[in-house]
T-cell receptor, first 112, second 115 residues
Framework: GQNIDQPTEMTATEGAIVQINCTYQ??????LFWYQQHAGEAPTFLSY????GLEEKGRFSSFLSRSKGYSYLLLKELQMKDSASYLC?????????????FGAGTRLFVKA | EAGVTQSPTHLIKTRGQQATLRCSPI?????VYWYQQALGLGLQFLLW???????NRGNFPPRFSGRQFPNYSSELNVNALELEDSALYLC??????????????FGSGTRLTVV
């Protein structure tokens, strides 16, 4: 089966850097995604990793290690508007085709 | 360009009734995905449609079903509603490319309440 683990909540200070970790177990790995979801809103796509290494996109970076089943999302220069849930999602292939499974999300609180 | 649109925004049904939720994907997207997000929980994968066919489904009972129309819009039907079906139902679309690096674009969801 598939399993995705990420911390339930994190708190960080405005202007700081925060790292949100995600570990996963799956067969047929086909990519890892990070999404941001503000309360009461739909998730929005942040990043995609399929090969090992770091992908940087502005203030956000995402890292993947396939051998360790591990990823992290790095947020730099935190802003109050970054307070949201961050969802780690893994796409894999199974007998039914591709499927993307989401973790329960990490609620990030940014304080002044 | 219009995003993913879902209707209705809110839906209140009585236990045992049927609910129909609708989704229109972004123009050019052929894949539609349905997820259930119960309060305080993560997104649970329900169904994936591509090119009019069901490609995969999650661990939900058969009373959760749907279809995709020739214009790629989709319907999710939930029969014999139970109280625990109360949740936000999110629809997402993407280009139907295997191994695509494109993430999903989500609609704003339908909030289903079963009383």
């Amino acid at each position: 089966g598939q399993n995705i683990d990420q911390p339930t909540e994190m708190t960080a200070t405005e202007g700081a850097i925060v790292q949100i970790n995600c570990t996963y177990q799956t067969s047929g790995f086909n990519g890892l995604f990070w999404y941001q979801q503000h309360a009461g809103e739909a998730p929005t796509f942040l990043s995609y990793n399929v090969l090992d290494g770091l992908e940087e996109k502005g203030r956000f970076s995402s890292f993947l290690s396939r051998s360790k089943g591990y990823s992290y999302l790095l947020l730099k220069e935190l802003q109050m508007k970054d307070s949201a849930s961050y969802l780690c999602a893994v796409r894999s292939s199974d007998t039914g085709g591709f499927k993307t499974i989401f973790g329960a999300g990490t609620r990030l609180f940014v304080k002044a | 360009e219009a995003g993913v649109t879902q209707s209705p925004t809110h839906l209140i049904k009585t236990r045992g009734q049927q609910a129909t939720l609708r989704c229109s994907p972004i123009s050019g997207h052929t894949s539609v995905y349905w997820y259930q997000q119960a309060l305080g929980l993560g997104l649970q994968f329900l169904l994936w449609y591509d090119e009019g066919e069901e490609r995969n489904r999650g661990n939900f009972p058969p009373r959760f079903s749907g279809r995709q129309f020739p214009n790629y819009s989709s319907e999710l039907n939930v029969n014999a509603l139970e109280l625990e079906d109360s949740a936000l139902y999110l629809c997402a679309s993407s280009l139907g490319l295997t191994g695509s690096s494109y993430g999903y674009t989500f609609g704003s969801g339908t909030r289903l309440t079963v009383v």
